[in-house]
């Protein structure tokens, strides 16, 4: 399996534009998640997916922040408008796994920049 | 609210030192992970501690969950350059559902 496949690698927008960052997940798992690192913060928890399902999203900053998973292979994470502030590394990662946070694979991860 | 404080935060040795790096919390974790991340990449899982007072080994690095499962260390052995990277530690949140990570140690081993 290749892992998680996260794209683009990098991206680099201008404030107001829309972004979406796309997720491949391990063929299988059931849980997918979206996390947000920065120098500040770390790695903070967005939201996540079980079964394509929305569990929780309260990790999710505003409501500019939007997340779908149209099916078990693939899910998205968009921003619109973007801020420079949303600037930071953006990781999904996959779980088959009961508790399934606790066994996470993680994708390489988007390098945002809103300038 | 549950918090992972990982210490040092940046920690910068010569290759051959030993050194250890620390996790702790205020809240009981049922158990807790430790990750390294590379410059560039998502964090790789290297173990899982579960029982209060369990220690496993893996190589030359020695993992520690304290006994009131509040607390959790890493020791690394000698250290070589391919041991440089941002550890990160990790528990699961209250509801069981996901992972609250540590801001990590940045470990740099020089030759």
Same mark, same amino acid.
């Not at chain 1, 683009?8 to 849980?31: A, F, N, W």
């Given at each position: ?6 794209s683009?690698?990098h991206?680099v927008t201008e404030m107001?534009?829309e972004v ?25 928890l967005?939201?996540y ?8 999203d309260?990790?999710?900053?505003e409501d ?6 149209p099916n078990?292979s693939?899910s998205?994470?968009k921003?619109?408008?973007s ?13 088959s ?7 996470a ?5 988007t390098?945002?920049?809103v300038v | 609210?549950q918090l ?5 935060q940046f920690?910068s /040795?010569?290759? &051959?030192?030993?050194? @250890?790096v620390?996790?702790n919390?205020?809240?009981?974790f049922?158990s807790l992970?430790w990750?390294r991340?590379?410059?560039?990449? &998502?964090? *790789?899982?290297?173990?899982t *501690?579960?029982t209060?007072?369990e *220690? ?7 993992f520690?969950?304290g006994d009131?499962r509040?607390?959790s260390s890493l020791h /690394?052995?000698a ?5 440089t990277g941002l550890y990160l530690c =990790? &528990?699961?949140?209250q509801?069981? @559902? =996901?992972? /609250? ?5 940045t470990l740099?081993?020089?030759s």
């Amino acid at each position: 399996d290749a892992g998680v496949i996260q794209s683009p690698r990098h991206e680099v927008t201008e404030m107001g534009q829309e972004v979406t960052l796309r997720c491949k997940p391990i063929s299988g798992h059931d849980y997918l998640f979206w996390y947000r690192q920065t120098m500040m913060r770390g790695l903070e928890l967005l939201i996540y997916f079980n079964n394509n399902v929305p569990i929780d999203d309260s990790g999710m900053p505003e409501d500019r922040f939007s997340a779908k998973m149209p099916n078990a292979s693939f899910s998205t994470l968009k921003i619109q408008p973007s801020e420079p502030r949303d600037s930071a590394v953006y990781f999904c990662a996959s779980s088959s796994n009961w508790p399934p946070g606790e066994i996470a694979f993680f994708g390489q991860g988007t390098r945002l920049t809103v300038v | 609210t549950q918090l992972l404080e990982q210490s040092p935060q940046f920690l910068s /040795i010569q290759e &051959g030192e030993n050194l @250890t790096v620390y996790c702790n919390s205020s809240s009981v974790f049922s158990s807790l992970q430790w990750y390294r991340q590379e410059p560039g990449e &998502g964090p *790789v899982l290297l173990v899982t *501690v579960v029982t209060g007072g369990e *220690v496993k080994k893996l190589k030359r690095l020695t993992f520690q969950f304290g006994d009131a499962r509040k607390d959790s260390s890493l020791h /690394i052995t000698a250290a070589q350059p391919g041991d440089t990277g941002l550890y990160l530690c =990790a &528990g699961l949140n209250q509801a069981g @559902t =996901a992972l /609250i990570f540590g801001k990590g140690t940045t470990l740099s081993v020089s030759s």
